[in-house]
């Protein structure tokens, strides 16, 4: 059964998702975009930033890029295949567990993870503000709803 809440949504309230979810789909097409450029797919470009931006404490192993990649572990480990060839990232033991294969960028998917990082960070500067009222609006609308 649904809550009042959930069928709340007023017409505004569709459009601040909407557009929300344009400026976030226009982001990641400049993202997917970027990668080509660079020769890689999307995914081994956010199988990079995923291993060079964990969170503090986190190892990054296939397992645990695969979680934050949201995709399965087997396709995880086929990206790191990929970029392994390419000689972007290696596969290393865990001292403590050998059993532990750890993720690290080489110094060329270091570079290349600048280069696509910066183009990035460019292209939040120029779209950020319309993704952040996007944002704003979508929020005010669950606060309209409370």
């Known amino acids: 059964m649904e809550s ?7 017409l505004e309230g569709y459009r601040a998702l909407a557009e929300l979810r344009h400026q976030i789909r226009r982001f990641l097409h400049f993202s997917e975009e970027q990668a080509r450029l660079h020769d890689i797919e999307p995914q ?5 930033l995923a291993i060079k931006g964990l969170p503090e404490g986190a190892r990054p ?3 645990e890029i695969a979680r934050r990649l949201q ?8 990206l790191a295949d990929r970029l392994t060839e390419r000689g ?25 993870l600048r280069k696509l ?6 292209e939040l500067q120029n779209a950020g503000p319309a993704l952040r009222d996007a944002l704003d609006a979508a929020l005010r609308g669950t606060e309209r709803e409370k």
């Open 61 to 63: 192993t296939v397992g």
């Open 88 to 112: 972007f990232i290696s596969r290393q033991p865990n001292a403590e567990d050998r059993r532990e294969i750890r993720l690290k960028l080489t110094a060329a998917g270091d570079r290349l």
């Open 117 to 122: 990082s910066m183009a990035h960070r460019n």
């Open 4 to 10: 009042s809440r959930e069928t709340d949504l007023d």
């Open 71 to 78: 995709i399965r572990h087997h396709s995880a480990v086929e």
């Open 44 to 48: 081994q470009h956010q199988m990079l």
